[in-house]
């Protein structure tokens, strides 16, 4: 039941009287507030609506099959998939996995990328109240290994892309007896694999009773999200049913509608793309789903579709810049590019040549516990975090002091964390809402969840999430997103976390030790991985040193993750206590100027490293800019 402090907020919107004008004039901020309090207000009461009268994601499906039948659902490769034709293809997914045995939480992988398919294997084994584990298609090796085992998935289904199946098939021997499941390759069926292709065509596209689920709740996995977070392997988000209905909700705050058409490019198994879909589903809506991002068809495509939403990281709208500019630029039909990542340096760039006439860049983590998002077109900014928002906030955020270099945070005589000024960089957390049983984020025992906890921050005995993102606040509440605290940065639309790959890099029997960080590279989003390495003993740098390392990386890293520079200090970077210490090679970056030490980049077209010099910097740069 909605609680005083939830009364409060729904109802403060519609209770602004003639006296705005005078507060105007002592906070002229208060009309931020007010748009917020209002879209936000929308939001709530029917977040709150939804979790009283447990209306899951699956039966807002199957209420927007109900209502719009023929309706588009998913336009993909300029093929229609109406809400019934998708129905029927989650009703023949249920009917397979109810034969299974597999009870309500129980989980399934999925290794899909980006295609109907995803979907309606999702919502067909939601039919079931089973949890989806979303898998990272781009993965392979020990992290793909990890992410099987972490979910603690019953079966694994393969889409039918053709380099999914052979980063499986490099780690079968390593994942027992579990069934999986392959799409399109027909010719690899047999003892290790089962044609789900052929389940299908058999399969009858009749529902199952909605019994088959009814042991599901709010607190029932809906789905697992992998996301590095700040230390180790992919983690497992754990995203609750009630979680799911909070993502459904997200775009209400520009309140999305039953006729809006929304464009992913971004793949599905990342929240940005989910909170797309699971918006899509809430209001019976139209989602264009693209398989591969492409900067040349973008535009294209939301023109031809009429898409009146379109979702963005930041990199992708500088790729979209770099297109050749075309009269057609700002001719159509989108109200609205919601995403996060987007740099000052080219919002109102890309804001002014597309015509876009709101950009509602937000905040927030797959595992955190509260969001925020700008719907002021204040460039940069991603929310807001005034006194009187925060004041009526369920779920409050604080900014702490934090030493950059540890990422802790700073505090004071009584063991209490500092709040940051105005203007001033600080560490977000966020309360813990009640509904997070346990302080569990994500699957798995006490301490990968414990990490993400901050205790005693206002006072003794307290508990509040960790985001490990640094941000500031301006002098009219304004919220802009700053770094990332600790190991972790960002390169092509994924995080990257540094002590993941250091251990791969290591295992190359030529390695003694690699520090891993982020540097930036002008003229590209985030950081760019490089790393310092240490050679085994007394052992030379040579040219086959570095195609070994080259090798090693392509074969057991994601594209995002491979260091594209590497130098080799004579003195490894550690502190006092014998941890890396990355300040100093931050500052450093990558610029010959800056080194003294043996520097080199991957160079994809001569297969090694390169040496990076002052005689080819310049030429570098041309060529990697993208």
């Not at 939601?126 to 998935?153: C, D």
């Not at 040549?353 to 950009?359: D, F, S």
Request: charged residues 20%.
């Amino acid at each position: 039941m909605p609680t005083k402090k939830d009364k409060l907020i729904l109802g403060t919107a519609g209770a602004v009287g003639a006296g705005i004008l005078s507060w105007r004039a002592f906070f002229p901020w208060i009309g931020y507030d007010l748009r917020m309090m209002k879209n936000g207000g929308n939001a709530g009461k029917k977040l709150m609506a939804d979790q009283v009268n447990k209306r899951f994601l699956i039966n807002m499906f199957e209420e927007a099959v109900e209502k719009y039948p023929k309706k588009p659902f998913i336009i993909f490769e300029d093929r229609i998939y109406t809400y019934e034709f998708v129905d029927q293809q989650t009703n023949r997914v249920a009917n397979i996995a109810a034969k299974w045995g597999l009870k309500v939480g129980d989980c399934v992988a999925i290794m899909i990328e980006n295609e109907p398919a995803f979907i309606w294997t999702f919502l067909g084994l939601q039919k079931l109240g089973i949890a989806v584990a979303f898998i990272n298609f781009h993965i392979r090796g020990q992290p793909l290994i990890h992410t099987l085992k972490a979910s603690e998935a019953k079966a694994l289904i393969i889409g039918a892309g053709d380099y999914i199946l052979p980063k499986i098939e490099e780690v079968r021997g390593e994942l027992g007896d579990l069934p999986i499941f392959i799409q399109g390759q027909p010719l690899m069926v047999g003892p290790a694999y089962t044609s789900w292709d052929d389940l299908m065509l058999s399969a009858h596209p009749v529902p199952l009773c909605r019994t088959a689920r009814a042991g599901m709740d709010l607190p029932t996995p809906c789905c697992y999200i992998f996301t590095s977070g700040t230390t180790g392997l992919p983690k497992p988000a754990i995203i609750s049913q009630a979680k799911a209905i909070g993502m459904s909700k997200f775009f209400q705050l520009f309140y999305f509608k039953p006729s809006d058409i929304v464009y992913t490019v971004t793949p599905l198994y990342h929240s940005a793309a989910g909170v797309g879909l699971m918006s899509t589903l809430d209001q019976g809506a139209t989602m264009v789903l693209r398989r591969k991002f492409s900067a040349q068809h973008f535009f294209e495509d939301v023109r031809r579709h009429n898409v009146t939403v379109l979702q963005y990281i930041g990199e992708l709208c500088r790729y979209l810049l770099a297109v050749p500019e075309s009269p057609l630029d700002s001719k159509h039909c989108c109200r609205v590019a919601v995403g996060n990542g987007l740099r000052s340096d080219i919002w109102e760039k890309f804001k002014n040549r597309y015509k876009i006439p709101q950009i509602c860049e937000f905040f927030g983590a797959t595992e955190g516990t509260v969001s925020m998002m700008n719907l002021s077109n204040r460039t940069g900014s991603c929310g807001r975090f005034s006194p009187l928002l925060n004041k009526l906030d369920p779920t409050p955020k604080l900014l702490v002091k934090v030493d950059v270099d540890t990422g802790d945070a700073i505090r004071n005589k009584k063991g209490l964390c500092i709040p940051v000024a105005t203007g001033e960089t600080g560490l977000l957390l966020g309360t813990i809402p009640p509904n997070y049983q346990n302080l569990q984020f994500y699957k798995g025992g006490r301490e990968i969840n414990e990490k993400k906890v901050l205790r005693n921050v206002v006072k003794e005995g307290d508990a509040f999430f960790n985001f490990g993102d640094l941000l500031s606040v301006d002098k009219d509440y304004f919220v802009y997103f700053r770094d990332r605290v600790g190991d972790t940065f960002r390169w092509k639309g994924e995080n990257v976390a540094t002590y993941e790959v250091s251990n791969i890099l290591t295992k190359l029997s030529c390695i003694h030790d690699a520090n891993v960080y982020g540097v930036e590279v002008p003229g590209s989003e985030g950081r760019a991985g490089m790393a310092a390495i240490h050679l085994e003993g007394n052992m030379q740098l040579t040219p086959k040193v570095l195609k070994d390392i080259f090798n090693h990386c392509k074969e057991n890293l994601p594209n995002y993750s491979r260091p594209l520079f590497i130098r080799f200090p004579k003195e490894e970077s550690v502190t006092v206590t014998h941890k890396q210490q990355k300040t100093q090679l931050r500052k450093d970056g990558f610029h010959p100027e800056n080194i003294d030490d043996p520097l080199f980049y991957y160079n994809e077209a001569a297969g090694t490293y390169t040496p990076l010099t002052l005689d080819n910097f310049q030429s570098f740069l041309t060529k990697s800019r993208l």
